[in-house]
């Protein structure tokens, strides 16, 4: 694996993959990488000819200060992760490779930069108002820069996220589309633990109690999902409500059935339209988010 840190040795880099006629797989991260990572890079490996990891800490997408600084960052086993997974080029750039200090001025006095968008008008309508564009503003602003940002740079054919992040990637979609970007979005299926956790670079901040905790997640997304079909949409969100009063250490920040599509919540099942039940909750200083499909 090549390890690239400037946008110009990547693009000089690329350019010869192109031209040998190979394509390209990304899958961007934030680095602290876990076997969800890994899924993306052996899908991508299995759909294309290169594959190219990115770790880079997004300061845009980050409410608070102090979790960007409390967001860990470890290159080396990601490193050792990346190789024993096939990846072919890991690009770490600096900050000042992605951002101009005007962009991250903006970001400092809560403005939305949209430069990203290049002139174009980005609507994302309802999908980043809804769940954590409500918790987070400006969180998926963000998140849509530094990936529209990423693809131009590295150009993939494909990309690949994880579905843990569902509003994430349905954001990422509708940017795609909007921006009318050449490339396919592969969503990878959410990778868990063997009690259902599913993996977050997050979950390291966990205190042993709280680990043993938060399996409380799947659990309650497990039962929602096995009762769909013998209660109604309110009973569901009543008894996930009531498991999570019981609990000490986590707090319920929502719990939504939402349209796969709009994320907007549904008011009756309708499995003629796919839908699917997200969670985010809060422990004391982390907070995690999960979902399951539902149909
Ligand atoms: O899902 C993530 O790790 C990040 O949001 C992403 C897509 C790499 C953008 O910074």
Known sequence: MIIIHSVEKLNGYLTEIRKEGK???????????????VSLITAAKKQCDIVVCSIFVNPTQFNDLSDLEKYPRTIDADCVILRSAGCDILFAPEVSEIY???????????????????GKTVDFGLLDKVMEGAHRPGHFNGVAQVVSKLFRIVQPVKAFFGQKDFQQLSVIRSMVKQLDLPIEIIACPIVRETDGLAMSSRNRRLSAEERDEVKLIYQTLSIVK???????IADLKKLVEVAFKLSALIKL????????????????????????????????????IDNVIMY
């Open 23 to 37: 394509t390209v797989g990304f899958a961007p991260t934030m680095g602290a990488l876990h076997q969800g990572h």
């Open 100 to 118: 101009t200090a005007h962009e991250l001025e903006l970001k400092q006095q809560h403005m939305e930069d949209k430069s990203w968008t290049m």
């Open 226 to 232: 096995e009762n769909y079909q013998l209660a109604t």
């Open 253 to 288: 920040d929502y719990f939504e059935i939402v349209d796969s599509e709009t994320l907007q919540p549904i008011a009756a099942f309708d499995t003629s339209r796919s839908a699917v039940a997200c969670i985010a909750v809060q422990l004391q200083t982390v907070r995690l």
